[in-house]
């Protein structure tokens, strides 16, 4: 579109205006080619006629729509002209409140004149990591994207700072240095980021001074290069400084003073360390008294000394160097004050006796005579002679005053280069950024040399800005692939010729300084004769002592006087060697010839930028012009090798009043800094650039639904853009972004602004359209209304008579009588069909009940028997297995028992062999016998008699002894089977038994030694007695099995009881499907109350019988009568009636839990009665051994009577001895059947205990069948009452809202019983495993019930709850549970804290052994290896919560066995008995709490690092209500920063879901809910903070639009935390300034209402962030309004007396106090066992 169509009514233009350069006015007629002139209407309602030349038509420049007024960046403006950019920065300054702009790739600031709270640590940390374009302009935000591209691009940059003089160029720069200084801290200790800040006092001490402009001008020019090292840490800086204003020294203007170092020395003139400088006033010196004023409002000269010296130590500047430095600046002053008399005759003279000669010659140690002498003579050398002449007042003034400025201008380099040396980069710096601080175009009433220099470097610099802007113009449109077209911009490359070119103004002014008579009028002849035919260089008319030149900005007219002598700048050498001649070393170093030209030259060699003259002699040194033009040539080669960032300052008035604009001002500063030339390159080109999802989310309202419906958005936004603007050239189409030529987005705009008032039109059309029908139709229907009644009364007053009456009434009669005949008629009519109906249709129903009943009945049929069928399979199977299983045992047991018998069998062989060897040998003795007594029978035969009468004795004894012993072996063999028979019973008393055959074996040992000849006799009776044993083994063992066969029969009982526990169960599942019957019953009330009265009575009855046969035995009355209703009169109401079931299914709760507990009680005690079998048997295997042990005695008795029965000589002495073992033998029997009565006594008792138990069980199973079959019957009774009433009441549909009440008032109590059924099926599967548990520890209980039968009293080995390790094992615990521990195992994650526990059940064993060494040992390696373990992964999150969960679980666990008296009163009996006994661990208790806060603190950041990148585009970007769009054009840095395809999404859903992640793994690491709250409140706050600092910083969120989104967002989170359970962490009530800020954006504010509700609503935003986002507040569309000036300052006056912070940002930092709350443990240390996945089998259970 043509921009001359858009010069139409209703639109607006800006003409020309005196006072505010710019005014608008609103087009009245639109206008056409060929108009002669624009009819306009100013804002003051007066008519303009603007005339038009119709040959060449010159309009006045477009105004925006308002919509697009205030933008951040002045490139997004559609109209971009010089009006534009000068009313967007008047209302963001004036309005707003806002400083900066962005205009392209320059930041426009607005010096405010005031102090705002935008500049914080909180403020820069905002910015840091942050795009460009995603906040408010900033200087932060230029110096974070100089510091990001240095970082990524790995190329140094620069922020080049201009201005006027009290732009606030020092302070911008100062600011930038400050944002390096702090996002990239060093890390040393040097801490040389406050150094390089630290210089900033010092340079503005000895170079800033007070101006008519500005009270800390900057008079000299400063480039700092802060260096970076690889990690991009600042290292170091280096300065570099330009043109100081050295005659400032010397004089001052009016209202104007001196450098601020002279003052700030002269207030501290009494301290002690300055009574040595003999200091006075300031109004007493010369050189700071010709200003006048002294002093600067609101500057404390005496605080700002104290300032400097600060910062000078700071810098390594140590006290002897400052004390030179002030006494070179206090001599200054006094020279000032020297006085120089005239003598006459064109001579001069100094006093000696001058106080001010006295102390500079003093302080600088040089010659007083030499110096009056210098000062008022000159030494002019000649070719024979040299002669010494006197000079007049004048130059001998002139030669003090350059004296004065040259031991400045030293001093200053010196100091300069000092801060260098304290700043210095031990190596290489692997990048800077350099921040130029320097003075902008200036142009005065009287301009001169200082201005020239000044202008030339801007001339410089805006040459390397246009090139600058004009390539990145270009890339951009390479990268979008949009044709380039040669774009003509300003070229000041003719200036810069003019200036420092062969024969251009520098050169000629450095070559008349090289003639001795040469003089400023000379000079500017020869300007005028070589450079009168170039069109920049001009010559006034009215003076001839001036020139022009045509810079950039304006035409500059420089007075010539003084050129020569400021650029020649000459001391005489007389007074130089003076002062090189110094006693003073400082003073005397300075002028060194090889240092003055280091000094000058800062050590670096520079080549001028055209060749220059050497000098004939050392007289002849470089120019002040040539010196600056060569250091300017170095600045642009750095520039250039850098990456430029511009930061134009503007003074906005003169009067330097806050927040004043001066429209006249700020456009001559804005022409002269190149704000407008960059927005005059990007106008004629495309200036208005919008991605494809901007423009598509902007314009979608232009679109038709065809083009809407298509995929494709970039060819959406094609098709819309080529029919809504038919010119082809004033748009392009970019790779990412489509390019408008200026003026299209004003013109789609406009678009969419029609359309939106025609929809609203065409909205109010409609409804006030539907409002005026509705209006009309009630008063025409209440005017036919009053139309019958007046016609009814006026036909009724005409015809009413006797016969009318009559004839009416009878016709009234007639009809009557017919409608009521018709009536009838029809009524049975419909009876008769309506009768019908019903019985067609109940019959149906009733068929189709009945088949389904069927259906039913047969199903349950088929499901019995094949149900039946699976549980007899399943039985069967696990018969067969048990079998076999006992199968398996048996024949083991019978192998073992033959393998035994067979060891016996073999010894037993063996034995018979050694007796048949020994009585062979008998034999043969007595052989040897018979042989000598036959050879001696002739000589003894009365002895022969005699042995023959023995030996017939022995021979009887012999066989009488043979019977014996075999009666012995029938005993022995009785024995042994009673001794197989008791050894279940023998366990009980066997330490009774061990003593009695200790006994016995010390009386086997006496009578072994009485009883050698006498062995036969003995072996008889221990075999009678082993077989005395056996025997009563046989019986025990009997016994045993008869116990066994008990305990399987118990077993079998227990598993009757847990199925019908399943049963009951079952039943139990059954109720939801009864409750869903009844809620039919509750919508078919109303026909049958009488009959559900009776019935329900009738179920009450049936329930409260069924409730208490099932509850009488178990719960007491008061408790019955809970559980059933009283009301007999209201039982017939359904609720009651569920109330009723309700009560059965408590009953049936109660039933279980009943049950559950008697079967705990029976699991207990088969638990002791298998502990006791277990006993037994062990005792059984000791009593083998002893009977083992026994055989062996008997068998070597057995030896002996074999050896013994072949002496005859011993018989008499062996009887006697058979006599004492008989007795002794009647002894040990009369024993033993002691001993087996004992055992059959305590066998009998315990089967009897056995029986007793087993019958209860019965007849508690069934108790138990006879309650589930009462259930059953009542299940078959209800049910017949639902099929009943079902019957009756099919035809009853209307309560429809009862009924779905009622649904889910049941589906949520049948969700609840399910989930119960499930717990109890949860329950029953826990203790299924907890009975085989135990059974697999019974073994682990016999060393408690062998303490028990001991005759000493001994500790029950129960489990202590302790764990046994060595001392050397102790690495090994530390590393296997802390330091190899994965917080993702299966086993921690089933016991939340079970490192905790086995650290604590340790931590018992140290204080049970009370060993401290061990117990500090372990504490210590403990807490030292949570440390380092959280120092080696401090960004893993689920380590540190699994840590965390630990350490405060450790913590609870050492408070809640403490033994202190308020940590125990929750703690169980046996909680209490296992408190630590030795040691007093609350020092530990301190350092595991202060170790926990520390975890904490890390656990917080890693969540805040990990949910802080979603926040913002979460929170506040996301458009969570869709429709609503807050999205609007940006400019350049938005834009060249915004790559919406490949950039990752966050909405609110992504915060939640992150939330959700954090909180599910608090949970599975068992953290304490109140832990748990501080966490997420903590997360809430960030969220909040963040959102709120982000809104305060950016213009962009802050409308009504992305209220409600950021409202919306914060409802969700709302509804996550009551979700979550998490409404008492009070985590909602952090978001409360976010919610007030959203509710601020949305509310109304105009009227006085608004502003008092708002100071009321918003309590929790203090008056700073009130302001600032109403001065923010930006409208979307034109129906919105801004927020008024006046309003602003209303709300403001009203919230000024609030008390709190005035701080703009919230502290994201700021960290709630953690408490960590004490929550005693239920968990039983004596039951936890250590999982074997943990490697801690050196851990031993006590």
């Known amino acids: 579109m043509a921009l001359l169509e858009l010069y139409t009514e209703f639109n607006r233009v800006w003409i020309p205006d005196a006072e505010h350069v710019w005014k608008s006015a609103e087009i009245v007629r639109d206008f056409y080619s060929g108009d002669k002139v624009l009819e306009l209407l100013l804002e003051d309602g007066t008519k303009h006629h603007h005339p038009v030349d119709p040959s060449t038509p010159c309009l006045p420049p477009l105004r925006n729509p308002d919509i697009l007024v205030g933008e951040n960046d002045l490139t997004a403006l559609s109209y971009l002209h010089e009006p534009a950019v000068l009313h967007n920065l008047k209302v963001r300054f004036v309005e707003s ?70 732009a606030g160029k020092t302070v911008s720069a100062r600011y930038a240095m400050r944002y390096f200084a702090i996002v990239s801290k060093s890390g040393s200790k040097t801490r040389v980021e406050d150094k390089v800040l630290a210089s900033n006092p010092v340079t503005e001490a000895i170079g800033n001074a007070k101006t008519t402009r500005n009270d800390n001008s900057s008079r000299f020019g400063k480039y700092t290069e802060i260096s970076f090292d690889r990690k991009y840490r600042i290292i170091g800086a280096n300065m570099r400084t330009y043109l100081l204003e050295k005659s400032r020294v010397v004089f001052q203007a009016d209202n104007e003073r001196n450098y601020h170092i002279f003052y700030q020395m002269c207030s501290c003139a009494q301290l002690p360390e300055f009574k040595s400088l003999r200091l006075l006033s300031a109004d007493n010196f010369r050189y700071t008294c010709m200003g006048g004023d002294i002093t600067i409002e609101g500057v404390d000269d005496k605080k700002d000394m104290e300032e ?179 774009i003509d911009f300003y070229d000041n490359q003719l200036v810069i010729d003019l200036i420092e070119a062969k024969m251009g103004i520098l050169d000629l002014l450095d070559e008349e300084c090289l003639f001795p008579q040469g003089t400023d009028q000379t000079w500017l002849m020869k300007l005028h004769n070589y450079l009168d035919n170039n069109p920049l260089f001009e010559k006034p008319r009215l003076s001839k002592e001036a020139f022009v030149i045509q810079h950039f900005a304006d035409k500059v007219e420089y007075q010539c006087r003084g050129f020569l002598e400021k650029n020649r700048d000459t001391l005489y050498e007389e007074l130089v060697d003076i002062m090189r001649a110094s006693k003073f070393p400082f003073l005397a170093h300075f002028f060194q010839e090889e240092e003055q030209n280091t000094a000058n030259s800062k050590g670096i060699k520079v080549r001028p930028a055209r060749p220059g003259l050497k000098p004939a002699n050392k007289q002849l040194r470089a120019s002040v012009g040539d010196k600056f033009s060569s250091s300017l040539s170095l600045l642009m080669e750095t520039l250039n090798a850098t990456t430029p960032h511009y930061v134009r300052c503007i003074k906005p008035n003169d009067e330097k009043l806050p927040f004043e604009y001066d429209s006249r ?144 009434w009878a016709s009234m009669v007639i009809q009557r009588h017919w409608r009521g005949y018709r009536t009838r008629q029809i009524y049975q009519l419909v009876r008769l069909a309506s009768v019908t109906i019903q019985a067609f249709t109940r019959g ?110 022995a021979t009887q004894t012999i066989a009488q002894l043979q019977k014996e012993i075999n009666v012995l072996t029938l005993e022995k063999q009785n024995l042994d089977k009673k001794f197989e028979a008791s050894t279940t019973e023998a366990k009980e008393n066997f330490d009774v038994i061990k003593r009695n055959l200790l006994d016995e ?213 062996l009887k006697l001895q058979v006599s004492e073992l008989q007795r002794h033998k009647q002894e040990l029997e009369v024993h033993a059947k002691e001993l087996n009565r004992e055992l059959e006594e305590k066998t009998e008792e315990i089967t009897n205990t056995l029986q007793t138990k087993i019958k209860e069980e019965s007849l508690q199973r069934r108790h138990f069948e006879e309650k589930a079959e009462a259930l059953e019957e009542l299940k078959r009774q ?100 802390i330091l190899d521990l994965k917080p993702k195992g299966v086993v921690v994650n089933m016991i939340p804290g079970l490192p905790a526990y086995i650290l604590f059940m340790c931590v018992r064993f140290a204080d049970y052994l009370n060993d401290e060494t061990k117990l500090k040992s372990l504490m210590n390696a403990t807490i030292c290896a949570i440390k380092k373990i959280i120092m080696d992964h401090p960004k893993d999150f689920e380590l ?102 490949d950039s990752e999404t966050y909405s609110i859903s992504s915060i939640i879901q992150q939330l959700s992640v954090f909180h599910s793994t608090m949970n599975q690491h068992g953290m304490e809910q109140g832990l748990i709250k501080q966490a997420v409140k903590q997360l809430f706050y960030q969220v909040g903070a963040t959102s709120l600092n982000n809104i305060m910083l950016r213009k962009d969120m802050c409308s009504c639009r992305k209220g409600m989104q ?20 009070n985590a909602i009530d952090t978001l409360r300034p976010l919610s007030q800020a959203a509710w601020l954006l949305q509310v109304n504010k105009s009227t006085d209402d608004d502003a008092k509700e708002i100071t009321e609503k918003c309590t929790e935003l203090n008056p700073v962030q009130i302001v600032k986002i109403l001065n923010s507040y930006t409208p979307i569309d034109d129906f919105e309004k801004r927020v008024s000036s006046s309003f602003v300052r209303k709300v403001q006056s009203l919230v000024q007396d609030r008390a709190g912070s005035t701080q703009l940002m919230l502290d994201t930092d700021y960290r709630f106090q953690v408490t960590f709350p004490f929550c005693p443990s239920l968990q039983a240390l004596e039951l936890l066992q250590v999982p074997n996945s943990l490697r801690l089998g050196f851990l031993t259970r006590i």
Request: proline fraction near 2%; glycine fraction near 4%.
């Open 97 to 166: 409140r806002i400083i900066y702009t962005y205009c392209g790739i320059i930041l426009v600031a607005v010096n405010p004149y005031k102090q705002l709270p935008i500049y914080g640590d909180a403020i820069i940390h905002a910015y840091s990591g942050q795009n460009m374009g995603d906040m408010d302009p900033h200087i932060f935000a230029v110096a974070e994207e100089a510091y990001k591209q240095m970082a990524r691009n790995h190329k140094n940059q620069s922020i080049i700072v201009s201005g006027e003089s009290g």
């Open 308 to 486: 400097t010296r600060r910062t000078f130590s700071l810098l390594g500047l140590k006290e002897d160097f400052q004390s030179d430095v002030f006494k070179v600046l206090a001599a200054i002053l006094h020279l000032g004050n020297l006085e120089i008399r005239d003598s006459g005759k064109d001579k001069s003279s100094v006093s000696l006796s001058d106080p001010h000669l006295a102390v500079f010659c003093e302080l600088l140690g040089v010659s007083v005579e030499g110096l009056v002498r210098w000062l008022c003579h000159r030494r002019i050398v000649l070719v024979a002679e040299t002669v010494v002449k006197p000079v007049p007042k004048k130059r001998a003034v002139n030669a003090r005053d350059a004296l004065a400025k040259h031991i400045y201008a030293h001093l200053f380099d010196c100091i300069i280069n000092r801060i260098n040396t304290a700043l210095q980069v031990p190596g290489k710096p692997h990048a800077f950024i350099g921040v130029l601080d320097i003075y902008g175009f200036e142009t005065f009433d009287v301009n001169s040399f200082e201005q020239f220099c000044i202008n030339y470097a801007n001339e410089k610099l805006q040459q390397q800005f246009n090139l600058h802007v004009f390539k990145l113009e270009q890339e951009e449109y390479m990268k979008e692939d949009i044709p380039w077209t040669l």
């Open 665 to 808: 001002r700020v456009v001559q500063q804005l022409r002269a800094c190149g704000v407008l030339e960059t927005i005059r390159v990007s106008a004629q080109s495309y200036p208005s650039r919008w991605t494809y999802i901007e423009f598509y989310s902007r314009y979608s309202i232009l679109m038709s639904h065809q083009e809407a419906d298509l995929r494709d958005k970039k060819q959406t936004c094609k098709n819309v853009l080529q029919r809504l603007i038919q010119d082809p050239n004033q748009y392009k189409f970019g790779r990412t972004k489509i390019f408008f030529r200026a003026g299209q987005v004003a013109y789609l705009e406009k678009l969419r602004l029609d359309r939106l008032r025609g929809a609203s039109v065409t909205i109010q059309k409609h409804v006030r359209g539907w409002s005026q029908r509705r209006k009309y139709l009630r008063m025409r229907e209440a005017a036919i209304i009053l139309q019958q009644y007046i016609r009814g009364k006026k036909t009724i007053r005409k015809m009413v008579s006797a016969a009318t009456l009559k004839q009416g």
């Open 844 to 953: 149906w129903m009733a068929r189709k009940r009945y088949k389904k009943m069927v259906e039913e009945n047969k199903a349950l049929i088929l499901q019995k028997y094949a149900r039946a069928w699976l549980a007899r399979r399943r039985f069967q199977t696990m018969r067969r297995l048990v079998l076999n299983v006992q199968l398996s045992f048996r024949v083991q047991q019978l192998r073992k028992k033959i393998e035994e018998q067979n060891k016996e069998n073999r010894g037993l062989m063996e034995r018979l062999t050694c007796l048949a060897n020994t009585h062979s040998q008998t034999v043969d003795r007595l052989q040897g016998v018979e042989a000598q007594l036959q050879k001696s029978t002739s000589q003894k035969a009365s002895v022969e008699a005699r042995e023959k009468k023995v030996k017939e004795n």
């Open 1001 to 1213: 074996k010390e009386t086997e040992a006496r009578l072994r030694k009485i009883a050698e000849n006498n062995m036969e006799i003995q072996r008889q009776d221990h075999e009678k007695e082993v077989e005395a044993l056996k025997e009563e083994i046989k019986r025990l063992k009997e016994e045993r099995v008869t116990l066994h066969r008990k305990v399987e029969e118990e077993g079998q009982v227990n598993s009757d009881l847990q199925e019908q526990v399943l049963q009951l169960t079952k039943h139990v599942k059954t109720i939801p499907e009864l409750r869903r019957d009844l809620n039919n019953l509750q919508n078919q009330r109303n026909n049958v109350d009488r009959k559900m009265k009776q019935q329900s009575e009738q179920a009450r009855a049936k329930m409260n019988e069924i409730t208490r046969q099932l509850l009488g035995g178990v719960v007491e009355e008061e408790v019955l009568l809970g559980l059933t209703p009283n009301d007999s009169e209201k039982i017939y109401e359904v609720e009651d009636l569920l109330a009723a079931f309700e009560g059965l299914q408590k009953a049936t709760r109660i039933l279980e839990t009943h049950q559950r507990e008697q079967k705990e009680s029976y699991e207990t005690q088969l638990e002791g009665l298998q502990l006791k079998v277990d006993h037994l048997q062990n005792e059984n295997s000791k009593l083998q051994n002893l009977f083992q042990e026994k055989s062996n005695i008997n068998e070597n008795i057995r030896q002996e009577v074999s050896r013994l029965s072949s002496e005859n000589s011993v018989l008499p002495e």
């Open 1278 to 1377: 209800l049910q017949g009452r639902v099929e009943d009433l079902e019957e009756e009441n099919d035809h009853l549909r209307r309560q429809q809202l009862m009924e779905s009440e009622a649904k889910s008032k049941l589906r949520e109590e049948t969700s609840q019983l399910t989930a119960e059924n499930m717990d109890f099926e949860e329950q029953l599967d826990q203790r299924d495993r907890l009975i085989k548990k135990l059974q697999n520890q019974i073994n682990s209980f016999e060393s408690s019930q062998k303490a028990k039968q001991t005759s000493a009293p001994a500790m029950p080995k129960d489990y202590l709850g302790m764990l046994e390790y060595k001392r050397e094992d102790e690495p090994r615990l530390i590393q296997n549970i």
């Open 1440 to 1541: 540190l919560s699994f840590w965390l969960s630990n350490t405060c679980q450790l913590l609870n666990c050492l408070k809640q066995y403490s033994g202190e008296e308020e940590f125990m009163k929750q703690n169980t009996p046996h909680q209490k008995k296992n408190c630590l006994q030795n040691f007093d661990l609350s020092e530990h208790r301190q350092i595991l709490s202060d170790l926990a806060i520390h975890i904490y603190h890390q656990f917080i950041t890693v969540m805040e690092k990990s949910i802080t990148p979603g926040i913002v585009p979460g929170m506040l970007e996301h458009e969570s209500l869709q429709g609503i769009s807050s999205m609007k054009p940006t400019g350049f840095r938005k834009r060249s920063n915004s790559i919406y395809e």
């Open 1606 to 1625: 950021i409202r919306c967002n914060i409802s969700y989170l709302e509804e996550w935390l009551k979700e979550k359970e998490l409404q008492s962490s």
